[in-house]
């Protein structure tokens, strides 16, 4: 009797625990990023009341007698699945699609999270505004370059750094120029020439207008290049011819690319220019992507490499983690990477609070590293996880957690009166 008593006691206990884990599940419907558990139970070792025994002779074998102690508390386990995505529109608003954790830190202690409601903090840190803990991953270099086999260092947005200008190295055309053209007259008025500008850049951000002239040879699918530009900002002087033009593009008539130069590339130089940047201003000009096709003739500068000086104005995060600074001078250029860790088995780590997780024992040190890389998950901008808390299966737990505990209670009241009849027998 008094056996019954203690299973139904360890039996309202546990189910209670069973009811806090679905009550906590429950409050953090709304929590981001938030991971639910689940409750398993055991059952106690059982007093055995008789053995088990083995046929002998004419006797076949018996079965174990043995009555139960009661159930207990078998593990509560963290569920990691993937919550939906819900759409913010904020910038520093991030969200894991797969494995992976953000990696924040308070400067001494690295904590793991999937909540990726950041914020920029005065300093220009990218930090969770809440417990501000710094977002980690790598800063880019200089050269916008980002080495992720370093240490992981705070993230930053300085927004109003500036950048130096850069000189004009390499720029490339595409388009077409048109196969029916006529051989080149001076004219007046001139036939057989084809015009285009292009801007590049000096070593003080300074712009250069570039005018282009394709003027057809009387050679097969032959066009001589000029090139002129104003080499002193005055406009009553005429502009200067570019030296080495001009130079010489010829094309295949049998599919219309660009034959020679045999790599597209043609380089100029500008011996002299209308400010005191360094000289002489040289580049190339790739026009490998040009070709020579019966149409309209139509220039057009698919990318050039200079650029004038300007200021941070905003950033854009890719599905790699990259964060890609945008400046006011219209260049882009990498200023970090975003770091997730992933573990060898992530339902092995503890809960510190505020939506942070640490590694225990069984869930193994972190493996860090770019999104998308080793079967870490991809960072989504302007989103963040929800939980994944399943309503109507934790309100099936709690009816279930009800009735386990109400049962439990009522043997307690049965054996209570079964006692209570004992005691009253000698009456």
Known sequence: MMRALFSAISGMKNHMAFMDVVGNNIANVNTIAFKSSRVTFQDILGQTIKGASSPQ??????????????????????????GSLQSTGKLTDFAIQGDGFFVVSDGTRNYYTRDGAFDIDVAGNLVNPVTGLKVMGWRANAMGVVDTEGPLVPLSIPFGTRISARATSQVVMAGNLDAGTPTYNAGPPATGLVGSTLTVYDSLGNAITLKLEFRKNSAANTWDVFAFYDDDANNSTPDVQVTPTPAQL???????????PANGLLNFSLATLPSDALTPLAFDIDFSSLTQFAGQSQLNVSSQDGAPAGALVSFAVGSTGEITGIYSNGAN??????????????????????NLWSPSSNSGEPIIGAPNTNGRGSVSTGTLESSNVDLAQQFTSVILAQRGFQSSSRVITAGDQ???????IIR
């Open 57 to 82: 002779g004419g006797r076949g074998g018996t079965n174990p007698a043995q009555v139960g102690l009661g159930m207990q508390l078998g593990g509560i386990d963290n569920i990691m699945t993937q």
């Open 333 to 354: 250029q990498v200023i970090g990477q975003l770091a997730l860790a992933s573990f060898v088995n992530s339902g092995g780590l503890q809960r510190m609070g505020q």
């Open 418 to 424: 079964m006692l209570q009849d004992l005691v009253n």
């Open 250 to 260: 010829v094309f295949d008539n049998s599919n219309g690319t660009l034959q020679t």
